[in-house]
């Protein structure tokens, strides 16, 4: 007999509203995320502006609803003005960031056109590494201004009659990172970001400001930093930044395989501290969290690709994903929208190429990776309200994260549908798993609609370009409800698992 998790589902015990922002993505200049990535002039399936039709198919197929741009630490370095008028005459400068050549081809309008097109929401972040108010104000005026000033009348000039509307902007990027072009002290930083934000909003009072947490929670200044930025910006920002990369070290996949508990840690450890900064300030408002870069990246591998040759469109961190990487970006979503009571955004990074679920060549193909599926099927499915689940059952032992629990899971629910999604992982790596959820209230009578499965004998199965879909989603997982009104599945070791459930016809 299988080892056996249990939870209960009622519709009247919930988290909070899975806000669509969850599953965002992210584009920065590098790389081939832009260049051979979304944008590739000459190439078959390129639109008259010279973007790829097929990577956009993808990306409408993706799901995502939010677009972060440009950077990344390409941001800290960039100066916007390169990137807008007439492209033959746009400079060809050297980003710091990633030692690259970057043409300017492509810039706020291309991108924010783009964007628009694909019914992407824009998150512009402004570069307070080399710059400052003035060039983050501007930028907001050129993007959101109708007209009658030097800047909006600059975007009309150049052909953008209809202002951008750009409702959400980062304020800078990684800045407490020593690596960050501009690096800034926690005391540097938080004065600029006060500063630069309330400028930002002088120009238009309507948008969104997210203010950088620390680049990783293990930081040395993880904790001090987030503290001091948000008593320095709390009356400005609506919303802290976190970031976090995931890998597998010396084979210790069982705590690669629960990634997600650091992840939730890491956010319990923010929100406290946004939370201490609230009530030491008497504040009303809330500071909720954008998590917007996340993903499984292979830094290790990375350390001897860094690009000295200073090329137009290097291959940076073209990581290829796995089943178990897909399980653990799968894993990822559950605890985000297990959060989402404070969690309001979030960017997989990044979109094409770089650490991406797309993938294209040069005058190729394009592809779904692995972790695209997990992506996909939860920004298509988990939506509407989050339910709690406190699962108890099976234990798995863990050197970095102490003992986890082999199921992680999430469930979702649409009060007006009455869909109800269960997202579920089983984390351990041999013997199947037991899920049984006992379902509560107006649940009572519900049906299994499907059972979506990503597993594969081989746990290291990837998809290429001569495979593009060895790994993909098989329905039949073979999940019911029980003569007694529970939900029950046996889950393949290392899975990933979506089961829709509806009322009874
Ligand atoms: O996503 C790749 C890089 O990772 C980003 O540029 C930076 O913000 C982070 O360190």
């Given at each position: 007999m299988?080892?056996?998790?249990?939870?209960?589902?009622?519709?009247?015990?919930?988290?909070?509203?899975?806000?669509?922002?969850?599953?965002?993505?992210?584009?920065?200049?590098?790389?081939?995320?832009?260049?051979?990535?979304?944008?590739?002039?000459?190439?078959?399936?390129?639109?008259?502006?010279g973007f790829r039709t097929d990577v956009a198919e993808l990306v409408r197929e993706l799901g995502t609803g939010l677009v972060r741009y440009p950077g990344g630490n390409f941001v800290s370095g960039y100066h916007w003005e390169d990137g807008v008028g007439p492209a033959s005459e746009r400079p060809r400068r050297l980003d710091l960031?990633?030692?690259?050549?970057?043409?300017?081809?492509?810039?706020?309008?291309?991108?924010?056109?783009?964007?628009?097109?694909?019914?992407?929401?824009?998150?512009?972040?402004?570069n307070l590494g080399t710059r400052g108010i003035d060039a983050a104000r501007a930028l907001v005026e050129y993007c959101n201004q109708p007209g009658g000033t030097a800047w909006?009348?600059?975007?009309?000039?150049?052909?953008?009659?209809?202002?951008?509307?750009?409702?959400?902007?980062?304020?800078?990027?990684?800045?407490?990172?020593?690596?960050?072009?501009g690096h800034k002290t926690a005391t540097e930083y938080g004065r600029l970001a006060a500063e630069t934000g309330k400028a930002m909003r002088q120009v238009d009072p309507s948008i969104e400001l997210v203010a950088c947490g620390s680049s990783n929670a293990e930081m040395p200044t993880f904790g001090t930093w987030e503290r001091e930025i948000l008593e320095q910006t709390y009356d400005e920002i609506d919303y802290l930044s976190l970031h976090a990369y995931y890998e597998e070290f010396d084979g210790d996949r069982a705590s690669f395989l629960a990634s997600g508990a650091h992840m939730d840690q890491y956010i319990r450890d923010v929100v406290a501290t946004a939370d201490h900064v609230r009530a030491a300030r008497r504040a009303k408002k809330h500071i909720r969290l954008s998590f917007d870069e996340w993903n499984v990246w292979y830094a290790a591998r990375f350390v001897g690709e860094r690009n000295l040759e200073t090329a137009e469109t290097p291959r940076l961190i073209e990581d290829t994903y796995s089943v178990t990487d897909a399980v653990v970006v799968g894993s990822l979503i559950i605890t985000l929208l297990r959060n989402a009571d404070r969690v309001a955004i979030a960017c997989l990074a990044q979109l094409v190429n770089v650490i991406a679920p797309i993938r294209s060549e040069p005058g190729g193909p394009s592809w779904r990776?692995?972790?695209?599926?997990?992506?996909?099927?939860?920004?298509?499915?988990?939506?509407?309200?989050?339910?709690?689940?406190?699962?108890?059952?099976?234990?798995?032992?863990?050197?970095?994260?102490?003992?986890?629990?082999?199921?992680?899971?999430?469930?979702?629910?649409?009060?007006?549908?009455?869909?109800?999604?269960?997202?579920?992982?089983?984390?351990?790596?041999?013997?199947?798993?037991?899920?049984?959820?006992?379902?509560?209230?107006?649940?009572?009578?519900?049906?299994?609609v499907e059972h979506l499965v990503l597993a594969d004998q081989d746990p290291d199965a990837v998809n290429t370009e001569a495979q593009p879909d060895r790994v993909t989603p098989r329905a039949g997982g073979g999940a019911e409800v029980t003569a007694d009104g529970a939900l029950e599945a046996e889950l393949a070791p290392v899975s990933w698992n979506v089961i829709r459930l509806a009322p009874a016809e």
């Amino acid at each position: 007999m299988p080892h056996t998790a249990r939870f209960t589902v009622d519709p009247e015990v919930s988290v909070g509203e899975v806000d669509p922002r969850l599953y965002g993505s992210f584009v920065e200049h590098m790389g081939r995320c832009v260049y051979t990535g979304i944008y590739e002039p000459g190439h078959p399936a390129a639109d008259a502006a010279g973007f790829r039709t097929d990577v956009a198919e993808l990306v409408r197929e993706l799901g995502t609803g939010l677009v972060r741009y440009p950077g990344g630490n390409f941001v800290s370095g960039y100066h916007w003005e390169d990137g807008v008028g007439p492209a033959s005459e746009r400079p060809r400068r050297l980003d710091l960031a990633w030692r690259s050549i970057e043409t300017n081809q492509v810039g706020t309008n291309e991108f924010l056109t783009w964007a628009r097109e694909l019914g992407l929401d824009p998150m512009m972040a402004v570069n307070l590494g080399t710059r400052g108010i003035d060039a983050a104000r501007a930028l907001v005026e050129y993007c959101n201004q109708p007209g009658g000033t030097a800047w909006s009348d600059l975007r009309v000039k150049h052909g953008y009659t209809a202002p951008h509307d750009v409702k959400l902007w980062c304020l800078g990027n990684e800045m407490d990172g020593p690596w960050q072009t501009g690096h800034k002290t926690a005391t540097e930083y938080g004065r600029l970001a006060a500063e630069t934000g309330k400028a930002m909003r002088q120009v238009d009072p309507s948008i969104e400001l997210v203010a950088c947490g620390s680049s990783n929670a293990e930081m040395p200044t993880f904790g001090t930093w987030e503290r001091e930025i948000l008593e320095q910006t709390y009356d400005e920002i609506d919303y802290l930044s976190l970031h976090a990369y995931y890998e597998e070290f010396d084979g210790d996949r069982a705590s690669f395989l629960a990634s997600g508990a650091h992840m939730d840690q890491y956010i319990r450890d923010v929100v406290a501290t946004a939370d201490h900064v609230r009530a030491a300030r008497r504040a009303k408002k809330h500071i909720r969290l954008s998590f917007d870069e996340w993903n499984v990246w292979y830094a290790a591998r990375f350390v001897g690709e860094r690009n000295l040759e200073t090329a137009e469109t290097p291959r940076l961190i073209e990581d290829t994903y796995s089943v178990t990487d897909a399980v653990v970006v799968g894993s990822l979503i559950i605890t985000l929208l297990r959060n989402a009571d404070r969690v309001a955004i979030a960017c997989l990074a990044q979109l094409v190429n770089v650490i991406a679920p797309i993938r294209s060549e040069p005058g190729g193909p394009s592809w779904r990776q692995t972790i695209f599926h997990p992506f996909a099927q939860a920004a298509r499915f988990a939506t509407g309200t989050v339910l709690r689940t406190d699962v108890t059952g099976s234990l798995i032992d863990t050197q970095r994260h102490g003992e986890v629990s082999a199921l992680d899971t999430v469930v979702t629910y649409e009060e007006e549908s009455g869909a109800l999604t269960v997202l579920a992982v089983h984390r351990g790596q041999d013997e199947p798993l037991r899920l049984r959820a006992a379902l509560r209230g107006p649940l009572a009578g519900y049906r299994v609609v499907e059972h979506l499965v990503l597993a594969d004998q081989d746990p290291d199965a990837v998809n290429t370009e001569a495979q593009p879909d060895r790994v993909t989603p098989r329905a039949g997982g073979g999940a019911e409800v029980t003569a007694d009104g529970a939900l029950e599945a046996e889950l393949a070791p290392v899975s990933w698992n979506v089961i829709r459930l509806a009322p009874a016809e």
